[in-house]
């Protein structure tokens, strides 16, 4: 195990192709004067594609009011103008089978979704602009509690999908873009802005593609990628500004995460800049079904307001594995918190039945300019962190690390120039 796994998923991993037909929305009344409803047009540019086997769904210059976009097998949508997707919740039905923070639910629908599809695409220089803003989606990141609340209660109790009903009259906010059990995605090359909650969601997908794209939307819990209980993924070429962690590594949570069981793996991440706002690459904190084979390289991480550059989340709630994650090649410029942070004591902290485990993370080839800390190490007695390594890394920091039931180990390390041959040294 190591890199010559990357280079095993950079092979394996390849975007869908389609005929070269194209659909364009206009044919089907569509107009783009940022206030007629699109929705219809688009929905049937769509089916007709579908039904031809397959071609370009085209959005031309111009901006586009819609509401949810379902996608079909065989669809590339090809963005050139504006996609404006409507801040009426009524636009997002009927609700569908989606995840909400790692608990499966039947809530309103993404705004651009795919269920159980093969190969279908999103591409293209346009902007996909959720108009989320206080007064419409993003309120409900206050009004939220209660209702998720009761779905974790739903998952605890075993209460089955068709009975976790939410939509109108609850607020649990929707992804933006959500492929489920789907196989041969690609999402390239567009920009995504005032997105309701995370951005790109892939749920229980394989071999998908995200490159090129631009992440701009700090909104709350505005994670820029969410990869789920998928296999084989590839994430290059994006820009993320993003009102929470820029590409987070998910498995379900608690009680769904036990009953799914599917971890994220086979992950390459390269050639990404991550500016804000938590964590630039994290793993978890739902992600109960594991974390393995994580890859993140050549990547450049940091700014005023970006917090880890590695956060690694959960507790004996939540738990799960994270298991072979590498990193080599990043520039860090600029970070608030730690460089690294992996903590078990997360959220709930050490109170559920549930014991994680994090083994063989390596950091090769880091250059870390300023960090308030290097390493914030928080395992178990009973299961501490185990293979954690350090090689040709250099950090300037502010403060101490935090090292807890972790074994660690250097080779050509420096902190604020000094070499590092033990654990204590960095305390």
Known sequence: MGWERAHRILAEVQPPTFPDVDFPIT???????????????????????????????????????????????????????????????????????????????????????????TDIAITGPGTLDGQADWDSWWGWFHRCDEDFTNLRDQSAFGVPLSERVYGPGYHLRSSFIQPYECANVLIEGVRIIRSPFWEVHPVLCRNVTIQDVVIDSQGPNNDGVDVESCHSVVIRGCTFDAGDDCIAIKSGREADGLLVNVPSEDILIENCVMRVKYGAITLGSDMTGGVRNVFARNCTIGGPSLYFGLYIKTNSIRGG???????????????????????????????????????????????????????????????????????????????????????????????????????????
């Open 27 to 117: 044919s089907y009344g569509a107009v783009g004067d940022g206030r007629t409803d699109a929705t219809k047009a688009i929905r049937e540019a769509i089916e007709a594609c579908h039904s031809a086997g397959g071609g370009r769904v085209v959005v031309p210059p111009g901006v586009w009011h819609t509401g949810a976009i379902h996608l079909k097998s065989y669809v590339n949508l090809h963005v050139i103008g504006t996609l404006l997707f409507s801040t009426d919740p009524a636009d997002y039905l009927p609700i569908v089978k989606t995840r909400y923070e790692g608990l499966e639910v039947l809530n309103y629908s993404p705004f651009i979704y795919a269920y159980g599809c």
């Open 321 to 427: 594995f994270a298991e072979n994650i590498y990193l080599r090649d990043i520039e860090i410029s600029n970070l608030t918190k730690e460089v690294v942070q992996c903590n078990f004591h997360r959220g709930e902290g050490d109170a559920g039945p549930l014991t994680p485990t994090v083994r063989n993370v390596e950091l090769r080839d880091i250059t870390v300019h300023h960090a308030r800390n290097a390493l914030m190490l928080r395992g178990y007695r009973r299961s501490p962190i185990q293979d954690f390594r350090l090689i040709n890394c250099t950090f300037t920091v502010d403060a101490p690390s935090t090292i807890q039931h972790a074994t660690l180990t250097f080779d050509n390390v420096t902190v604020n120039t000094h070499p590092i041959t033990d654990v204590h040294q960095l305390r």
